[in-house]
C-alpha cells in the first residue's frame, strides 16, 4: 500500500479547518489539534451571537469538513509551552509538516497606567464572555452605565450593541485615535448601532475636528459618509441609550476610586499625513471622560508561549520563502512548519480572509510535499499518544453528541441557538465525565 502524507494542523478555526480540507482534498492525512472543545474558533466564538443564519451556514461547512475520512479530530488539547502538549511534541511524532493556524491568542496592551483598575477590558475577552467560550464565559465583567471602546472597527460596534441591548449600558463612546475618515467598520455592522447616534451631536463632532481635516486636505464628506451612509438601513430602536463619536483622541490613562474605573483620560491629536495616509499625532493636551467601563478594541497578537519565535506580535515568517503562494511567505523560520490565518497575520480580515490564508497555507505545504517522500508517522500511534493524555480528548464523534444535545435543548427552550457555558457541561453532555 502506498504511503500517505501525515499532516498536523493546530487550530481548528476557519484557516485551520479550510486548510485541512484543502490538504485531505489531495489525499493528505490530517491530525486537527484543537484548544478548545468544539471547532470553528472565532467563527464560532467570535461572530455576533444573534447571526444565526450566518453562523449555522459555517457550521455546515466545518461539519463537510471533519466528516472527510482523512481528517482525524482531537479538541480539548491545548499546545504551547504550557499546555498538554508542546509543538516539539507534536513535532516529534513523526509528521510530514505542520501548520499552525491557532489564530491570534494573546491581547494587545498599550501598557498605561491604569490598565488592571475593575471595568477596563480587552474587546476579545469581551467577545468570547458573550460568545459563552469557556473560561470566559464564567468570567465576571463590570460594565455598568457608561462605556468607553477604543478603536472603529467592526468588533468596536459589536461591543457597542452588546452594551445597549444586553448590558443596557444609557452611554456608549468610541474613542477614535484619527477622524471620521479613518473609521474601519462596514455599512452592514453599522447598520445596526447607528440608530443609537445622537446626529445633532455627532454634528458637533464634525464641526470639532475640522480644523484638523483641512489641515491635511481631507475632504469632511469622506467620513460622514463612512458614518451616515448605515442610516439608511438602521436597524430600530429597542434601548433608550447614546452612542457617540469621540475623534482625535488616544487613551493615556485609566483611573478608579477603590479599585474601581471611574475615568478615562485621553490625549487629543491632531492629523498629519505619514507616507501618504493620515497619522495621528498628539499634541499634550488632555482631558478626562466619566466611564465606568474601558474596553480596548485594538486587536490581537500571536501567543508568545506557544513555541515558535515571534516579532512585533507576529509569528517570524521566512523572509525569503522557497513554497511561496501568491507572492505571500506561509513558513516560519523552522523548516516543515508552516503558519496560516491569524497565526500568520493577527487580527487581518474576517472569516473569508480566514479560510483564503488557510487554503493558501496549505497549498504552500503541497508545494513542499512535492520534495519529500512521506515519513513513518501512524494515525493510530498519534490517537494512542493523544488520547493517553490525563484528560478528556474530543473526537469527531464526540461532536455530534455534543451537537445533538444541544439542538435537543434549544428546541426545548424555544431558543434558536443553546449553547453549554462551561467545559465540564459539555463533557458531561457528551457522557465523557459523570454527572456531578
Known amino acids: 500500500m502506498e504511503k500517505q502524507f501525515f499532516i498536523a494542523v493546530i487550530g481548528a478555526g476557519p484557516a ?31 461572530i455576533y451571537p444573534v447571526k444565526h443564519t450566518m453562523k449555522e451556514g459555517l457550521r455546515k461547512q466545518f461539519r463537510q469538513a471533519l466528516e472527510l475520512a482523512e481528517i482525524d479530530y482531537y479538541g480539548n488539547v491545548v499546545v504551547g509551552v ?15 509538516a505542520v501548520l499552525v493556524t491557532a489564530g491570534a491568542q494573546g491581547t494587545k496592551s498599550l501598557n498605561l497606567p491604569g490598565e488592571d483598575t475593575e471595568g477596563v477590558y480587552h474587546a476579545k475577552d469581551v467577545v468570547y464572555h458573550y460568545n459563552k467560550l469557556p473560561p470566559f464565559s464564567q468570567r465576571k465583567f463590570r460594565f455598568g452605565k457608561r462605556g468607553a471602546i477604543i478603536g ?64 491635511i486636505q481631507q475632504d469632511p464628506e469622506i467620513g460622514r459618509h463612512k458614518v451616515l451612509d448605515a442610516l439608511s438601513k438602521a436597524d430600530p430602536k429597542t434601548d433608550n441609550a447614546k452612542f457617540h463619536f469621540d475623534f482625535l483622541a488616544s487613551p493615556t ?58 516579532e512585533w506580535g507576529e509569528f517570524k515568517k521566512n523572509q525569503e520563502p522557497k513554497f511561496p503562494v501568491e507572492g505571500v511567505s506561509y513558513e516560519s523560520p523552522i523548516e516543515g512548519v508552516f503558519v496560516g490565518g491569524w497565526s500568520r497575520k493577527a487580527s487581518e480580515g474576517l472569516v473569508g480572509y480566514a479560510r483564503r490564508d488557510g487554503v493558501n497555507a496549505a497549498k504552500a505545504i503541497l508545494h513542499y510535499l512535492e520534495t519529500k517522500s512521506p515519513a513513518d508517522a501512524s494515525p493510530e500511534a ?6 493517553s493524555l490525563p484528560k478528556p480528548v474530543i473526537l469527531k464523534d464526540d461532536l455530534k453528541r455534543l451537537e445533538a444535545v444541544e439542538a435537543e435543548e434549544a428546541k426545548k427552550r424555544g431558543l434558536e441557538e443553546f449553547k453549554f457555558a462551561n467545559n465540564e457541561e459539555m463533557l458531561q453532555a457528551m457522557g465523557l465525565i459523570e454527572t456531578a
Open 16 to 46: 485551520g479547518l479550510f486548510g485541512a480540507r484543502e490538504l485531505a482534498s489531495h489525499g493528505v492525512r490530517v491530525a486537527l489539534f484543537n484548544r478548545d472543545i468544539k471547532a470553528g474558533g472565532l467563527a464560532e466564538y467570535g
Open 82 to 96: 504550557n499546555g498538554d502538549m508542546t509543538l516539539d511534541n507534536i513535532r516529534a511524532m513523526g509528521f510530514d
Open 152 to 215: 472603529a472597527g467592526n468588533v468596536m460596534v459589536d461591543i457597542a450593541r452588546h452594551l445597549i441591548n444586553f448590558q443596557k449600558a444609557e452611554e456608549v463612546t468610541a474613542v477614535v485615535r484619527r477622524g471620521p475618515g479613518e473609521v474601519n467598520f462596514t455599512k452592514d455592522e453599522m447598520k445596526h448601532l447607528i440608530t443609537y447616534l445622537d446626529l445633532d451631536e455627532f454634528e458637533r463632532e464634525m464641526a470639532r475636528v475640522r480644523p484638523a481635516l483641512d489641515a
Open 253 to 310: 490613562a485609566m483611573y478608579g476610586e477603590n479599585g474601581l474605573l471611574t475615568k478615562l483620560e485621553v490625549e487629543e491629536n491632531i492629523l498629519v499625513m505619514k507616507d501618504g495616509k493620515p497619522a495621528a499625532k498628539g499634541t499634550g493636551v488632555k482631558r478626562t471622560l466619566d466611564v465606568d467601563t474601558v474596553i480596548f478594541a485594538i486587536g490581537d497578537k500571536v501567543d508568545e508561549s506557544f513555541g515558535l519565535p515571534t
Open 382 to 387: 498519534v490517537t494512542e499518544k493523544i488520547r
